[in-house]
């Protein structure tokens, strides 16, 4: 039997769905019941009535999972499938900063884990980040907006209004240069520029289209122009090439390559299902806060 036919059997027999980040492996991708972005996968999850959630991209999406499905079994195929931007910030340097702005609402992007989400008023995404913070400046004038200072300074240029910010960011789209993109753009003159929001501002500046992982699928599958330069992790072409096998991609550069988001395998996957490995567990009170953060987010977009 096949490894896929394997991991599709127990998947039937545990009551399991498979989610897979977009920036995961394609094999990875092929196999899972959704494709997504982390807070739209986690949402999927919980419609479904599954017993298990098999949580394929790094540890904060897991608990982001589990904080959405507290009933459920959520599995990570990879317990060192970390997340370097996440890991830059904690609940006590948070913490530390809200004493020095005790005014300020605090909002953290959706990379970060749930003991810093349980510490945060709203939750925000790359994809509704400008929004988020525009709603919340209608009643509150500062805003503590962590840990990505790259995703706070292209908010703070959509709405001339500056953040406390966190010296936090992606070191993988933080590799992503003005020379990649010129270079591929001398390459393909008639490619359209799409960049994600964690870029360096001089990159989202420099692009025709900034835009979320799920808002570059959106775009590129309504747009008339046939290529495209993708300014993110380069795992999202296998998706994008899924959706519009007419139109041509090229990656900005092939060094946004994550390590921590090519851990999980099929091998690694199947031995998930077969031992219900590694379990996310958090403590309730820390689930139960990090929620609210979330459940606003979800209420104020």
């Known amino acids: 039997m096949k490894i896929t036919e394997k991991i599709n059997k127990l998947k039937k027999e545990k009551n399991a769905?498979?989610?897979?980040?977009n920036?995961?492996?394609?094999?990875?991708?092929?196999?899972?019941?959704?494709?997504?972005?982390?807070?739209?996968?986690?949402?999927?999850?919980?419609?479904?009535d599954a017993e298990v959630?098999?949580?394929?991209?790094?540890?904060?999406?897991?608990?982001?999972a589990k904080i959405l499905s507290p009933q459920k079994m959520v599995l990570l195929p990879d317990k060192n499938a970390g997340c370097p931007m996440a890991d830059m910030?904690?609940?006590e340097g948070l913490k530390a900063l809200q004493a020095k702005h005790p005014e300020a609402v605090t909002m953290c992007y959706v990379n970060t884990s749930a003991a810093v989400k349980a510490r945060c008023d709203y939750c925000c995404t790359s994809a509704n980040a400008v929004k988020m913070a525009q709603k919340i400046l209608l009643n509150h004038q500062e805003i503590i907006f962590v840990p990505d200072k790259y995703l706070s300074q292209y908010v703070s240029a959509q709405l001339e209004h500056d953040f406390i910010t966190w010296n936090g960011y992606c070191p993988i789209h933080a590799e992503i240069l003005p020379e990649n993109i010129m270079r591929e753009k001398s390459l393909h003159p008639d490619a359209k520029v799409i960049v994600h929001p964690e870029c360096k501002p001089i990159i989202t500046d420099f692009a025709d289209i900034v835009a979320s992982t799920e808002g570059m699928s959106k775009y590129i599958q309504n747009a008339t122009e046939r290529e495209f330069i993708i300014g993110t992790e380069i795992g999202i072409i296998h998706r994008l090439k899924k959706e519009n096998p007419d139109k041509i991609f090229y990656p900005a550069t092939q060094t946004a390559f994550?390590?921590?988001?090519?851990?999980?395998?099929?091998?690694?996957?199947?031995?998930?299902?077969?031992?219900?490995?590694?379990?996310?567990?958090?403590?309730?009170?820390?689930?139960?806060?990090?929620?609210?953060?979330?459940?606003?987010?979800?209420?104020?977009?």
């Open 258 to 301: 994550c390590p921590n988001m090519k851990r999980i395998n099929l091998e690694k996957v199947l031995q998930s299902l077969e031992n219900l490995s590694y379990e996310i567990t958090l403590p309730p009170d820390i689930m139960e806060m990090a929620r609210l953060s979330i459940e606003r987010m979800l209420q104020t977009s």
């Open 17 to 21: 769905v498979i989610l897979a980040h």
């Open 23 to 48: 920036y995961q492996l394609p094999e990875i991708q092929d196999i899972a019941d959704f494709v997504g972005d982390s807070l739209g996968l986690s949402i999927e999850a919980a419609r479904t």
């Open 89 to 91: 910030i904690d609940p």
């Open 53 to 64: 959630i098999v949580f394929c991209g790094v540890h904060f999406m897991a608990e982001t």
